[in-house]
């Protein structure tokens, strides 16, 4: 067997590919150690070289790794052997009704991924008029999605949701932050699950992405290579937050997927305006974190550092794509 990433002689499948010992090392060091790569060159030739001195360029080793088809989230985040215990066994330590939100948010979820299998995936390159026709066509699902699922309906009774055509902004929406907020959460998941912590790329929950060093971004915007794009520099800085502070906490935390669906329940019903807020959720909400907190209170604490950065992520992205708009 011949490695998938630099041709050398393969061990056998590391992470999801078929690769050498060396290079899945490499990919588990460049996961679990959160390194950042870059290059301007983008595709340097990384084939095994003993000769060769200071090895192969790291950027397009980890990104021919990813397309070769490892996957980051099957590296295992270092982790207390408590915590970990508490992760496995925590439908099974957790009160009936904790455990019943908890199920209707995971099949919530699981709809959604469902719906995006019908999406046409483009693992390429976004410029900003793509990316603003995945968005509205994402917010399309999302809203129907959210309107036949009863939990949602629940944190969302007092608002009042009128029938929206298609096509309209979507921030004219009412749901239009909450579903802001489900597309954020998704994408940074992408982000860090699809190695964009590591090649400095925000990952789009359709699989196209925005790659965020300045040549490339110019590219996105759709401008002229000389153009400066100092005016654009908020957006750039926004879309990077999204990558280096939120899909960089997720990613080591390595949520199970029942701490995931708590910390998204919080945001959600923290993202309702406080006059709006449904009592019961909050009750909800409020008992889902005293549970988390009796059993892991790692993973608690985890999700209370998570849920502000991901509002502030989501505020500046909405500031963003008013500016691409």
């Known amino acids: 067997m011949i490695c998938s990433i630099c041709s050398d002689k393969a061990e056998g499948y590391h992470f999801g590919a078929i690769s050498c010992a060396a290079c899945g090392a490499f990919f588990r060091r460049s996961v679990s150690d959160q390194k950042v790569y870059s290059c301007s060159n983008r595709q340097c030739n990384i084939a095994h070289d003993p000769t060769k001195r200071g090895g192969s360029c790291r950027f397009c080793r980890f990104l021919k790794c990813v397309t070769s088809g490892m996957m980051p989230q099957d590296v295992k985040a270092k982790r207390t052997s408590s915590s970990s215990q508490n992760s ?6 957790m009160n009936p009704s904790s455990v019943q939100l908890i199920d209707e948010i995971l099949m919530f979820r699981h709809r959604l991924a469902a719906e995006r299998q019908h999406f046409e995936v483009m693992p390429s390159s976004a ?8 968005m509205h066509r994402e917010f399309e699902m999302l809203r129907r999605v959210c309107l036949g699922c009863p939990f949602f309906v629940q944190i969302t009774e007092h608002l009042h949701i009128p029938f929206v055509e298609t096509g309209s902004k979507m921030m004219n929406d009412p749901l239009g932050d909450i579903l802001l907020l489900l597309y954020v959460f998704e994408t940074c998941l992408q982000t860090g699950a699809r190695g964009g912590l590591q090649l400095d790329r925000l990952v789009l929950p359709n699989m196209l992405h925005v790659d965020l060093s300045d040549i490339a971004f110019n590219e996105f915007l759709e401008c002229d290579i000389q153009t400066n794009i100092d005016p654009f520099r908020h957006i750039q800085d926004a879309f990077g937050n999204l990558v280096r502070n939120i899909s960089r906490l997720i990613q080591p935390a390595n949520f199970d997927e029942p701490i995931l669906c708590i910390l998204l329940y919080k ?15 909050e009750v909800n909400r409020d008992s889902l974190l005293t549970d988390l907190n009796r059993v892991d209170s790692m993973a608690y604490r985890s999700v209370q550092d998570a849920a502000p950065l991901i509002h502030h992520g989501t505020h500046r992205f909405k500031e963003a794509i008013a500016n691409l708009s």
């Open 88 to 93: 496995q066994s925590l439908h099974k330590t």
């Open 127 to 134: 410029n900003r008029t793509t990316l603003m026709l995945s």
């Open 267 to 281: 945001c959600m019903t923290e993202t309702i305006p406080i006059n709006y807020r449904h009592r019961f959720a």
